[in-house]
């Protein structure tokens, strides 16, 4: 088991911000709240990830305060006071000396003092990621208001070696809950019982959830991206496709792969899953720091265009739109789709991308996505996942 990230790293990610703001200036970023789901009810509570990526927090309610002024960085942090009837119901709330030790920040107070706090501060400029509401920026007369998500999303882009230990431990588990899949699938099964045997693994295993909704999508239905049903009985002689991936100290994994539910791919099924295998391959190369995503996504669909058309698969009346319709890749790390949406960002060292070419057949009942976290470094792309099975020899052989 890896150990939570340190005070010190969000200390340093604070001062990293602190740089890229202007002097006379006020950013809150907010943890966000829960919300009810019935009367004594609520829904799972998910922390604003900018909250957690600078305070190591996971708490609601909390509010997180960096004022620049006259050329210093002053941090304050905002939390719940302890109210013992509620904790009685929903467990302990957070301490001040807790908060301290895990955050690194000095100047912790209750939420019923941000009021007073935010009123000398009006004059300033003020800095979010639009997770104060509306009516509490009107209250504390917050003007000159601009968005903090070009900053964050700079800095989150890139990870650092804390951070990527953590994914690649994210992955790791990954990979232990898709070798249970390769064990245990077989037709008749459900969808919903090869994922409950993913989401099994890993959770026994140290994670402390999945990084979002499992995917298991076989037959027909492949050619959906983000199929959520899960309900469907796997048939013999279909494959089926699972986008999924662990979550692990709020770091994520996401990973996909196609699967035969007999065990054996059929010629059709073989050729089109080499086809997407062979262009991920190739278009995992053009994963140089100084490449622009655009660049990439046109190779993804000339090579894409190019082995689809050898499988002999291929309407001539259609073209790559209908067989590929989405994106190459995506950065991930405290999100699935971390925080970066940009498609034509230039790849740096320190980021995590994924690669996950498809090919999707609804005439033909079938569709092959093959997905893989890539890490671009100074001296050419490193595949986090390369260990987890993709080769058609070796998934057969672990289906036996």
């Given amino acids: 088991m890896l150990k939570e990230l340190s005070k010190e790293f969000y200390q340093n990610k604070r001062q990293q911000l602190y740089d890229l703001l202007p002097d006379q200036s006020v950013t809150v970023i907010c943890a966000g709240s829960e919300v009810s789901k019935s009367l004594d009810e609520n829904y799972p509570f998910y922390v604003n ?39 009685k119901w929903f467990g302990r709330y957070i301490t001040i000396e807790a908060a301290h030790e ?5 100047d912790i107070r209750y939420l019923e003092d941000f009021e007073s706090f935010c009123s000398s501060l009006k004059e300033l400029s003020y800095y979010e990621d639009d997770t104060l509401p509306d009516h509490q920026k009107r209250k504390f007369g917050f003007e000159h208001q601009h968005s903090l998500l070009p900053l964050l999303s700079e800095m989150r882009l890139v990870k650092s070696n804390e951070e990527l230990a953590l994914m690649r431990h994210a992955i790791h588990l990954t990979h232990l809950g898709i070798n249970q899949i390769l064990a245990n699938l077989k037709p008749g099964d459900y969808e919903y019982q ?13 994670a402390e959830e999945t990084a979002f909704d499992t995917i298991a999508v076989s037959g027909e239905d492949a050619p959906i991206l983000h199929y959520m049903t899960n309900r469907k009985k796997m048939a ?39 086809a997407v295998l062979k262009a991920q391959h190739e278009i995992i190369s053009y994963y140089q720091a100084g490449t622009n995503m655009k660049d990439v996504q046109e190779k993804s669909r000339e090579l894409l265009n190019q082995y689809g ?11 790559i739109d209908d067989y590929y319709y989405h994106g190459i890749g995506h950065s991930l790390g405290l999100d ?25 057949m609804a005439d033909r009942g079938m569709g092959v996505r093959i997905e893989d976290d890539i890490l671009i470094t100074e001296n050419g ?12 020899d070796v998934i057969e052989s672990m289906m036996q």
């Fill in 49 to 87: 990830n900018n909250y957690l990526y600078l305070t190591g927090l996971t708490e609601p309610d909390g509010i997180l305060a960096l004022v620049k002024k006259n050329g210093q960085n002053t941090t304050s942090l905002f939390i719940r006071k302890p109210d013992p009837f509620k904790e």
């Fill in 102 to 106: 895990k955050s690194g920040i000095d």
């Fill in 194 to 206: 090869a994922q409950d045997i993913f989401e099994y693994t890993i959770l026994n295993h140290g």
């Fill in 236 to 274: 013999d002689a279909t494959m089926v496709l699972f986008d999924l991936g662990a979550r692990y100290h709020g770091y994520c994994a996401d990973i996909s792969r196609t699967f035969p539910v007999n065990g054996h791919y059929t010629k059709d099924q073989r050729a089109l899953y080499e």
């Fill in 309 to 319: 058309l050898a499988t002999g698969l291929f309407d001539p009346r259609k073209t």
């Fill in 336 to 360: 699935t789709h971390d925080l970066c949406e940009d498609r034509n960002v230039t790849l740096k060292p320190g980021m995590v991308i994924t690669c996950e070419p498809g090919l999707y």
């Fill in 381 to 392: 792309p490193v595949v986090l996942s390369e260990e987890i099975p993709k080769s058609v």
